[in-house]
Each structure stands twice: as C-alpha cells, then as structure tokens.
C-alpha cells in the first residue's frame, strides 16, 4: 500500500515568487492535512481537507491557499514568498476519523533566498 | 481550546535503559492523543495513539504509553532503548472523533550514547 507522497522534496525560490506543493494521499484517505514545521515554531497546522471542503483552518496569512481535487489529492500554495516561509510542509492523510490517526508524508523542504 | 507540553527538550539514555518522555495536555474536549518520531530528514511516523480506548497503550519498536485523565499526562516509555530509537518525538493532542486539527508540543530529541 502506497504512503503518502509529498512532491518535490526539495524546492529554492526567492522573495517574491510563488509556489505550490503537492500531497497524493493514501487510496482511500478523503482527508488531507498541511502543517508547517520550523526550528523556531515547531509544528504548526495549516489547513485541512475532506472530500474537497475546507474544514478547518489555521493561524497564516492569506497568501496560504489550498485545494483538494476529486481524487483527494491535494495542493497548496504560497504566494508572495518571504524568508520566514522556509520550512519543511508536511502532508498528512487520514480517513476522516482521528481515531484512525494520520499518515504522514516526507515532507517538502521549501528553501526561499 | 487544547495545548500539549513535553517537559523535557532533550532526554539521554545509555543503550539498554529504560526511556521515559513526558507529556501533559489540556483539552476542552474529550481528547485523542498520540505519540510521533522523526528521524533526521524525514518524515513523521506514528508510534501509538490513544483514543478513549484502554489507557495504556501499546504502540511499534516496543513503545507504550499510558493516559491518566487526573494528571493529564500521557508519557512515553520503553523499557530498553536502542540506538535506533535516537529522533525527536513528538507528543499530539486533538478533539477526539472527526480528523480536525492535530496539535503538537515542541518535540523531545531522545539521544542514545552506546
């Protein structure tokens, strides 16, 4: 059974431009999660997915958008990117329940100069 | 509201001793907890999880941990570490039933020395 698959793994942009990130969750998983994790901050939860709604969303600024197709992958994006926004996002997926738990992906380790 | 706090940043244990993280919430709601590891450059994996089932817990590599609503803790523990566990771990909060929002305390980096 495939894990959930985050691309690219690595990605450098400057100040200014925008970027989008991908998440494939596990087959069958209708929930998609985005946290951002960085050394100051730690782990912190961007927004969630289910069946293509916005369910829940965190504490970033607007230019933190996502979406979530009909096959329940996932795509987020940052425009206007700033030095603070280098991080590692990770993707997590789950069945909608939290009894379930969440799978997580490798992550996408965003580097912006 | 929920919050999660592992008590200690750092934790070092000789190979074959008995490791113990900790970890307090506080939940507003009938909580679901779990417990994550990262190794260096990857990402997160799942160790166990509590979700109003029986308290202690048994998770993967022979982690356990046990829920104790009057102390509001939910501590990790192994009875014998082995170079393979050094990674950070992470303790996890969230509202129990639907998958919403996970919350996480600031990570404890386990260091094994031989």
């Known amino acids: 059974k495939a894990g959930v698959t985050q691309t690219p793994r690595y990605l450098i942009k400057t100040r200014g431009q925008q970027v989008t990130l991908s998440c494939s969750p596990i087959?069958?998983?209708?929930?998609v999660s985005w946290y951002q994790q960085t050394p100051g901050q730690g782990l912190q939860f961007l927004f969630e997915?289910?069946?293509?709604?916005?369910?829940n969303k965190g504490n970033f600024p607007g230019r933190f958008s996502g979406r979530q197709f009909s096959n329940s992958r996932s795509e987020m994006n940052v425009s206007t990117l700033e030095l603070g926004d280098s991080a590692l996002y990770l993707c997590?997926?789950?069945?909608?329940?939290?009894?379930?738990?969440?799978?997580f992906g490798s992550g996408t380790r965003l580097t912006v100069v | 509201a929920q919050s999660v706090t592992q008590l200690d940043s750092h934790v070092s244990v000789s190979e074959g001793t008995p490791v113990l993280l900790r970890c307090n919430y506080s939940?507003?709601?009938?909580?679901?907890l779990f417990w994550y590891v990262q190794h260096p450059n990857k990402g997160l994996q799942l160790l166990l999880k509590?979700?109003?089932?029986?308290?202690l817990v048994k998770g993967i590599n022979g982690f356990e941990a046990e829920f104790k609503k009057s102390e509001t803790s939910f501590h990790l523990t192994k009875p014998s570490a082995h170079m393979s566990d050094a990674a950070e771990y992470f303790c996890?909060?969230?509202?129990?039933?639907?998958?919403?929002?996970?919350?996480f305390g600031s990570g404890t980096q386990l260091t094994v020395l031989p």
């Open positions: 997915y289910f069946s293509e709604t916005q369910r």
């Open positions: 509590y979700t109003s089932a029986a308290t």
């Open positions: 996890v909060v969230s509202p129990s039933g639907s998958a919403r929002q996970l919350t």
């Open positions: 087959s069958g998983h209708r929930s």
């Open positions: 939940s507003s709601y009938s909580p679901s």
């Open positions: 997590a997926s789950s069945l909608g329940n939290i009894d379930y738990g969440y799978t």
